[in-house]
């Protein structure tokens, strides 16, 4: 099929990134073939898996097979840059990808259009959080404020749903670059993108799949930098050298760990959902985690796979082979297709061999059922093979019923199933960063910090889950930090330093002209700026000058006054004399730690939620250390700082939020009927104080919400002048809130800009 110079360009790419120690896997059904593994693209030893060959390869589809390569993410410019300067700007580009209107930007939009004020238009943007016909409903518009009668209004909401889906404008692709032998240019017309030194051509990767053009991804991926960062810091500070091919494997420590959902900063399996299946799969091997992977998707959720492949692997179902009739087959073609995952379809390459086998698809039916769950969400191709599949099954002597879950099984991979190829590969990064963090917690720690941002949590979450582990971690210092955070002290027990590139707002550049010092002004003659200075006092990295935040800002400030002319300077001096010494005030822990999280987006001093405890034993919290003691089904209430909110399309409605508390975290599960009840508390609030029942299964712990209480105003206990802290606590408030915000605006003071970091949601 003439699929060598396919291969070969994937190699040249990945050698030119490991020729500059640039960390690279390739994934994909073609990525982890024998060819791939021997030529080093992938680190997945094929002999381990079971890949489908019509998965990649077939003579029907006349293309070549799909690699996508990921590489590091800070690094990957340069791969970009010389897949450029090898192919030429005229035979080489990014594709594009057309970027549709959504809920709020379609509502902007047209509020724009329609003459809407820019306060209205917020209001009304702010309602949407996931489909616009649900949100758009009186009641909600109630809720902010506005006239649901108005027409004008209706007009807006009415054309908005009516644009929604539509293109609004291309973009880059995330990786999807075009290569052809002739020149690009007299083909179609090639742009600068935004980026320096980017350009891109006008068609998107529909096109570039319809013309038969070769797309090659050059992918960026946060993990493979922290890695790569990890690994040349055990090899800094221990003297060992590893790589992704000599980790060592099926460490029984490792899966010790995961089966504890102790998985914070680990690749893939660090989100709510994932911790949530890790204590009830128990994964003891590599094609545990490949499935871990996999089945929390919403391909196996809305296809009902996951409940009766827990059910199997824990005894509690038996497997099930239905066989066609003897004329037709062996009694056990399925248990070839399905056995070693309990008989439960997980993979798109189980979905196809289903259908190959027990309806007999020929390689051209399967081509078409591959494209089907590939669009599916987009076109709604798969309905017409239903027919087909069903029918063949119930004549080679299948119950129409099996048969029917069957289809629907595969119907439910289009809404968004993972292939096996693309789970076995970050299930490799899944292992290896679970061994980093497992031995070597404090070089991990190290590289997450370093490698962000990436990843479902925030440095303070990350910060919190290395002391918990025996790291001791210090903060940003001027005599003892550099950009990156680095390791002290002895071998067995590293300590990790803080980076000054933690500090908010410092320019790496200002920050590698620091030396060491014992005076601030010393600094400021080494051609270090005042902001810069401020910035470092502000964060409290003066404390080794015997320093702290206060008095470090204090002489700051001095350096910022207009200097004199040298002929004057000496007699000013000698009219005023020296200046007096100012006693200042001592700052409060708590306004320290909400300077902390105003600088450094975490604070090693303490937890804002430390403060408030004593009000939260008022209101009967229980904090989230005590939590595990709860029986099940008891009644409860939590509080916490929002880290994370989650609505994903998959769970019909319901939110997930996880608290962080100064002892631990605690997920929350909102049903729908709860979440329309307290929607703009959920949404907007940053402290939460909830009250419901505990359930917990397979050392799963939530807490299901029957009410949910606003205690953001809490926040205006940590600050000296009782000002409430209205910015962003964590990442859940990352995304601009959705609703209006559910407390009253407050007159802040100037160093209260911004306090403790963002959370973060997903809907």
Request: aromatic residues 8%; hydrophobic residues 40%; glycine residues 6%.
């Amino acid at each position: 099929m003439k699929y060598a110079d396919y291969f070969l360009t994937i190699y040249d790419i990945v050698e030119f990134a490991r020729s500059k120690d640039i960390l690279c896997q390739g994934r994909g059904s073609a990525a982890n073939s024998a060819v791939c593994y021997c030529l080093g693209i992938t680190a997945v030893d094929p002999s381990r898996m079971e890949l489908l060959f019509e998965r990649f390869l077939s003579a029907e589809r006349n293309e070549p097979p799909d690699i996508d390569v990921d590489f590091e993410h800070e690094r990957r410019e340069e791969v970009i840059q010389y897949l450029y300067a090898r192919y030429g700007r005229e035979r080489a580009g990014l594709c594009a990808t057309v970027i549709t209107y959504r809920g709020r930007s379609a509502v902007r939009e047209v509020g724009k259009v329609m003459g809407l004020s820019e306060d209205v238009t917020s209001a009304l943007a702010g309602i949407v959080w996931g489909s616009m016909r649900e949100e758009m409903h009186n009641g909600r518009l109630k809720e902010v404020g506005l006239d649901p009668d108005d027409p004008l209004l209706a007009r807006v909401i009415e054309l908005a749903d009516e644009i929604a889906g539509f293109p609004r404008h291309l973009s880059q692709h995330v990786g999807g670059f075009i290569l052809t032998r002739e020149r690009l240019d007299e083909t179609v017309p090639i742009g600068n993108g935004a980026m320096d030194d980017r350009t891109f051509i006008e068609w998107d990767k529909d096109d570039i799949d319809t013309l038969g053009i070769l797309k090659v991804d050059v992918l960026a991926l946060g993990m493979l930098t922290c890695i790569r960062k990890s690994f040349e810091l055990i090899e800094a500070w221990y003297g060992l050298h590893y790589s992704l091919a000599t980790v060592p494997r099926e460490d029984k420590g490792v899966y010790d760990m995961l089966c504890r959902a102790d998985s914070i900063g680990v690749f893939q399996v660090e989100s709510r959902a994932q911790m949530n299946m890790l204590p009830r799969l128990k994964p003891r091997c590599f094609y545990d985690l490949v499935i871990e992977v996999a089945i929390v998707r919403p391909g196996p959720i809305q296809g009902d796979m996951v409940h009766p492949y827990l059910r199997r692997r824990d005894g509690i179902e038996p497997e099930e082979y239905p066989s066609p009739h003897p004329e037709f087959g062996e009694p056990d073609e399925l248990r070839q297709v399905l056995g070693r995952t309990k008989g439960v379809p997980l993979f798109q390459e189980q979905a196809m061999k289903l259908a190959m086998v027990a309806a007999e698809f020929t390689p051209g039916e399967m081509n078409e059922l591959r494209k089907a769950m590939a669009t599916f969400r987009r076109r709604g191709t798969i309905g017409r093979l239903e027919q087909k599949m069903v029918s063949r099954m119930v004549e080679r002597g299948y119950d129409t019923e099996f048969a029917q879950r069957c289809f629907n099984q595969i119907k439910g991979f289009g809404e968004y199933g993972f292939p096996e190829s693309h789970a076995a590969s970050f299930a490799h990064l899944v292992y290896v960063s679970s061994w980093l963090k497992c031995y070597y917690p404090a070089i991990f720690a190290a590289a997450l910090l370093n490698s962000q941002p990436m990843g479902f949590y925030a440095s303070a979450q990350i910060v919190r889950d290395a002391r918990e582990h025996g790291v001791e971690v210090k903060a940003p210092d001027v005599n003892f930090s550099s950009w990156d955070s680095t390791l002290e002290g002895e071998n067995e027990h590293p300590i990790v330093r803080l980076g000054l590139r933690e500090v908010d707002g410092l320019r790496e550049a200002d920050a590698k002209k620091i030396k060491s010092s014992k005076a601030i002004p010393d600094l400021h003659r080494s051609g270090i700026p005042v902001s810069a200075l401020e910035k470092l006092s502000s964060a409290d990295a003066f404390r080794s000058v015997g320093m702290d935040r206060r008095a470090a800002l204090w002489e700051v400030k001095a350096l910022a006054k207009a200097k004199p002319l040298p002929l004057f300077e000496f007699a000013d001096a000698r009219d005023q004399g020296e200046e007096a010494k100012v006693l200042l005030p001592e700052m409060p822990l708590s306004e320290h730690v909400v300077n902390d999280y105003q600088t450094l987006k975490l604070s090693l001093k303490a937890h804002p939620m430390s403060f408030l405890r004593e009000r939260c034993k008022l209101e009967r919290v229980t904090d989230n250390a005590k939590l595990k003691l709860v029986k099940n089904n008891a009644l409860v209430s939590v509080a916490g700082i929002v880290l994370v909110r989650q609505r994903p399309g998959s769970a019909k409605g319901v939110v997930f939020l996880t608290l962080e508390d100064e002892f631990s975290v605690c997920n929350v599960v909102i049903w729908p009927q709860v979440l329309e009840r307290y929607r703009s508390i959920v949404m907007g609030a940053r402290l939460m104080l909830i009250r419901g029942r505990v359930q917990k299964s397979n050392d799963v712990l939530h807490v299901v919400a029957a009410s949910v209480e606003d205690k953001t105003s809490w926040l205006a206990l940590l600050t000296e002048d009782g000002a409430l802290l209205k910015n962003s606590l964590a990442r859940a408030d990352e995304v601009k809130k959705p609703g209006p915000a559910p407390y009253p605006p407050a007159v802040r003071h100037p160093r209260q800009v911004r306090v403790i970091q963002k959370s973060r949601d997903f809907h």
